[in-house]
């Protein structure tokens, strides 16, 4: 398989369960290798990954989501968000994603005259950690879809997992074994979104 042929297997995939294709241990350590892997702006290395996987992972969605929205959404609308969270919940983990805002701060403070840039930059690290770690996944055969729960999960989160206070919460990328393919998607011709100067 190519890379190109892995960017074009990479789906959102909701259709989870929680048996991976490979061992834990193996999907863990390819999560890890892809964000130590990943390049930063002034090798910030300012993306932070927390890999929940069995009960932890269950914990994640069953209790800290769970609760939090049931909180805010009227309990007349909640059943369709019940059955959207009980879909995380049943994959076989979670990767919460973190930017070190400590780390940023340091570099505005070193950089002054590129202070304003830092954000934008370490986002676009945070953005290619993540889909570093989606690509591998999906040629390994695992299935995954990327949430945004933060900042309404963001205290409970860092409660539970002793996150350090620097750490901002930015995405939870669920994954697992594919109960079922991702639906046929439409995109757009490359003429429609890239242009060619020569």
Do not use: C
Request: proline fraction near 5%; glycine fraction near 4%.
């Amino acid at each position: 398989m190519t890379y190109q042929d892995t960017i074009n297997k990479r789906r959102s995939i909701y259709a989870l369960n929680d048996q991976l294709p490979i061992s834990e241990d193996e999907t863990v350590e390819v999560i890890e290798d892809a964000i130590v892997a990943s390049p930063s702006a002034f090798n910030i290395q300012s993306a932070h990954a927390i890999i929940l996987l069995g009960a932890q992972h269950k914990a994640l969605w069953d209790d800290i989501v769970t609760s939090t929205l049931k909180a805010i959404v009227p309990a007349e609308a909640f059943a369709p968000t019940a059955q959207k969270i009980a879909g995380f919940s049943a994959a076989a983990g979670t990767v919460l994603y973190f930017e070190d805002d400590a780390a940023i701060a340091s570099l505005k403070e070193q950089f002054p005259s590129y202070a304003s840039h830092f954000d934008d930059w370490s986002a676009h690290g945070q953005g290619i950690a993540q889909v570093n770690v989606w690509n591998e996944l999906a040629e390994k055969g695992i299935g995954a879809n990327l949430q945004h729960y933060n900042p309404i999960i963001d205290d409970a989160v860092k409660a539970r997992w002793d996150v350090p206070e620097s750490y901002r919460l930015v995405a939870q990328l669920v994954f697992g074994g594919i109960a079922a393919p991702a639906d046929e998607q439409q995109r757009q011709p490359a003429d429609k979104r890239v242009r060619v100067v020569r």
